[in-house]
């Protein structure tokens, strides 16, 4: 079994400042990770995802995120935040492939509120 | 832009209504699923249809009840709902088989009065 777990249940940052969102992942068998976007009102948007390679990841809306398997981490960072970034941001990890995973679904962590001041 | 399509996007429904979610992907996924959300929560997973055969169902109560037709479809079948049903039930999609990244709808919120 996998969790994933988003310590921070809110973060407010200042327009143009950067913004790191954690999450900390534990589980017996390797695992792919995903970050979520979540609009008001809206469904889940993919950011990105580390399968494996590079452990530093780019999604879209100039989101990355770098996977630390010592520490379990998968943080995602952005340099300058804007207005239109605010929204709520979900942790998931799956099995990976080389651990039977098929269609297993995603283990999600609570998410993160970001909020942006001007 | 996703390319799970959800219908309706709303759903207002008495208890003793039946009604269907629907879902339609067109990306050639073979893996199909059913999450739950409720407000300010992460989506629960409800269940999971691998090429057209059910093969995880979470303990869910029989009055939700999944359909997958063929590969492109699934749907979902409502009836004698309680109001803690009101939630947002998302649909999303999968290669399967190891190919893991999932993508969702945007997602049908369902009102049970």
């Known amino acids: 079994a996998q969790s994933v777990t988003q310590l921070d249940s809110q973060v407010p940052v200042f327009e143009e400042a950067p913004v790191e969102l954690r999450c900390n992942y534990s589980?017996?068998?390797?695992?792919?990770l995903f970050w979520y976007v979540q609009y008001p009102n809206q469904g889940l948007q993919l950011l990105l995802k580390?399968?494996?390679?590079?452990?530093l990841v780019k999604g879209i809306n100039g989101f990355e995120a770098e996977f630390n398997k010592s520490q379990t981490s998968f943080h995602l960072r952005k340099p300058s935040v804007h207005i239109s970034d605010t929204a709520e941001y979900f942790c998931a990890v799956t099995p990976g492939v080389h651990s039977g995973g098929g269609a297993d679904g995603l283990t999600f962590g609570k998410g993160t509120h970001l909020i942006i001041q001007p | 832009d996703t390319e799970v399509t959800q219908t309706p996007k709303h759903l207002v429904m008495g208890m003793t209504n039946k009604k269907s979610l629907k879902c339609e992907q067109h990306?050639?996924?073979?893996?199909m699923y059913w999450y739950k959300q409720k407000a300010k929560k992460p989506p629960e997973l409800m269940f999971v249809y691998s090429y057209e055969k059910l093969s995880i169902n979470e303990s869910v109560p029989s009055r939700f009840s999944p359909e997958c037709p063929n590969s492109s479809l699934l749907n979902l079948h409502l009836h004698a709902l309680q109001p803690e049903d009101s939630a947002l039930y998302l649909c999303?999609?999968?290669?399967?088989?190891?190919?893991?990244?999932?993508?969702f709808g945007e997602g049908s919120w369902l009102t049970v009065v």
């Open positions: 990306m050639g996924h073979r893996a």
């Open positions: 580390y399968l494996s390679g590079s452990t």
């Open positions: 589980s017996s068998v390797s695992v792919y």
């Open positions: 999303a999609s999968s290669a399967g088989q190891g190919r893991n990244t999932i993508y």
